[in-house]
């Protein structure tokens, strides 16, 4: 008796049910499936989602993911030429290597049209064992909430996910310990300079930062919500109105370097007129003048924390759990007591 998904007494789905559900001809789904460079991107689109709503696999994928024997994890990732995401997947790449599994590795970027559904549909249909999310952002999240996919999923993230295994960096523990760091030194007019809005990691810092504020007594506030570029930070420095300020803290060191070079071509100094506190621990950000405070990720970490938490997905623990790493600050020369 055949089967459809591991169900008795069902057909198991054909390359002629997928064309159907298509509205396409078999041919162009064996085109699709073998990369054909002539399919247009909606027909490809049309295609692979069909391939998810039946349920088929060719057989050779079929058979691995029946006997969880595919040794391939799929992962998305999210804005790669973030350092954050890029560092992520490169450290999760060398754990998966480790463990005995190969990665296969699917970018999202702004402005190519490329969502993270797409991303799902491609990789499951190529036969991994688990897909994994690398610093998703609110809209793709939702994306991926609405795909029924019978595989484990993880993501990167610093805070538990609803029905998901999440692991990540403790951020709401970076963001205290950097604004700690600048109350321990005097300073209560703390600004911060945001990630955008629609990032986990970018609102999760930016709580931290309102949370230690409270915690210290500090109720003025100001921030404004940045694009993790050098170039924002930079903008920001040349036409922020310092008034009483002492203190900025920007959600990433990229947008760090350009609040201090703004402040520099200003004539403000930093840490004698301001300091500043980053946050990631760039490899150059011992290098910048003055070398950076920030917050450090320990994404080599991180990247053996995800391929545990993948492991256990994998072996069919059905609870989701979240585990985290702490973060780390490192104080250098951009920070000092309150003028």
Known sequence: MTELNGQRGRQRPSIYDVARVAGVSHMTVSRVLNEHPNIKPATRERVMRAIVDTGYTPSSIAR???????????????SPVQFGPNSTLRALER??????????????????GRGIDTGAIELVTEGVDALCVIAPRVSSLDLLSELKLNLPRILIKSEPHPGMHTAGVDQHAGAVLAVDHLVSLGHRSIVHVAGPRDWYDARVRERGWRDALTAAGISEARHVVGDWTSDFGYEFAREFEVGEATAVFAANDQMALGIIHGF??????????????????????RHFLPPLTTVRQDFAALGALAMRSIATAISGTDTAMHEKIDPRLKVRASTTARR
């Not at 691995?64 to 999210?78: N, P, Q």
């Not at 480790?98 to 702004?110: F, Q």
């Not at 520099?264 to 950000?285: M, Q």
């Open 64 to 78: 691995a993911l029946a006997t969880k024997k595919a040794m391939r994890i799929g992962v998305i990732v999210d």
């Open 95 to 112: 754990a998966a290597r480790e463990a005995g599994y190969a990665v296969s590795a699917y970018s999202i970027t702004d402005g190519e």
């Open 264 to 285: 520099s071509e200003r004539g403000l100094r930093v840490p004698e007129d301001i300091s500043v506190v980053g946050f990631d621990d760039l490899p150059d950000a």
